[in-house]
């Protein structure tokens, strides 16, 4: 069966967790991004700022999780 992000949401709660923590991806699938260079810099200088600011989800994966998602959502409604 298959289920849209806007429903994957409201299966999930009012806000689906798109970067849970180590050991709670069990329903994820891992993919392989080719991206041009711009969108690799400014992937990067997310996750550099995030970090400088102490903010979770610094890791290229979490920054690009979240985009799909939020992609997604928006195709969704």
Do not use: C, H
């Amino acid at each position: 069966m298959t289920t849209s992000v806007a429903e994957w949401t409201k299966m999930s709660g009012s806000s689906a967790d798109v970067n849970p923590r180590r050991g709670e991806k069990a329903d994820f699938r891992k993919i392989s991004v080719t991206v041009p260079q711009i969108a690799y810099e400014q992937l990067i200088r997310e996750s550099s700022r995030r970090k400088i600011a102490g903010e979770p989800n610094q890791l290229m994966s979490a920054l690009v999780r979240e985009a799909v998602f939020e992609y997604l959502q928006r195709l969704s409604k």
